[in-house]
């Protein structure tokens, strides 16, 4: 990322946190907009180094924008099956989740991926294995249904293998 293009998002992410903060402030005070200014600030620094630490930053709608996408409708389909899997089990009727390997495209990033996935009710990462030279990261994942979702398919290209 080039200085001006790091300045412009520490500015864009400073003004929404300043403006986000000083929404939940009941009495603003000099000192409130000081701390609201000051963190504002701290926070958007660190955005900017997590997305280049990300390896995101010079893609503009790369993967990691649609996977943010598709990101809600991957927690709504996943609450749908997990409340199909609780009246199943209410019913007395045995579900179970499993083990699936994920192979994510290449050039996606492994840590944003796997936090994503795992912010879903019906998936989590436990292994992150380097994939093949040309290929993405191997994740396996705890699923809670057969099928993927559009999350999955956005981050790997198709969904499960």
């Given at each position: 990322?080039?200085?001006s293009g790091a300045v412009?998002?520490?500015v864009a992410w400073?003004?929404?946190?300043?403006?986000?903060?000083?929404?939940?402030?009941s009495t603003v005070s000099e000192l409130e907009l000081v701390v609201a200014a000051a963190t504002g600030l701290l926070a958007a620094v660190a955005a900017c180094a997590v997305?280049?630490?990300?390896?995101t930053a010079g893609s503009r709608g790369g993967p990691w924008a649609r996977a943010l996408l598709a990101w809600p409708g991957a927690v709504?389909?996943?609450?749908?099956?997990l409340a199909a899997a609780t009246v199943r089990a209410v019913r007395g009727r045995k579900f179970r989740g499993r083990f699936q390997k994920v192979e994510l495209k290449a050039g996606t990033g492994s840590a944003w991926a796997c936090a994503l996935l795992?912010?879903?009710?019906g998936a989590y990462v436990v292994d992150v294995?380097?994939?093949?030279?040309g290929f993405g990261d191997v994740l396996t994942v705890h699923v809670l249904g057969d099928s993927a979702t559009a999350l999955e398919g956005v981050l790997t290209g198709g969904g499960r293998s």
């Open positions: 990322m080039r200085w412009v998002n520490i400073w003004a929404v946190l300043f403006v986000l903060n000083l929404m939940f402030i997305i280049k630490a990300s390896g709504l389909a996943d609450t749908g099956r795992s912010a879903t009710p294995r380097p994939g093949a030279a």
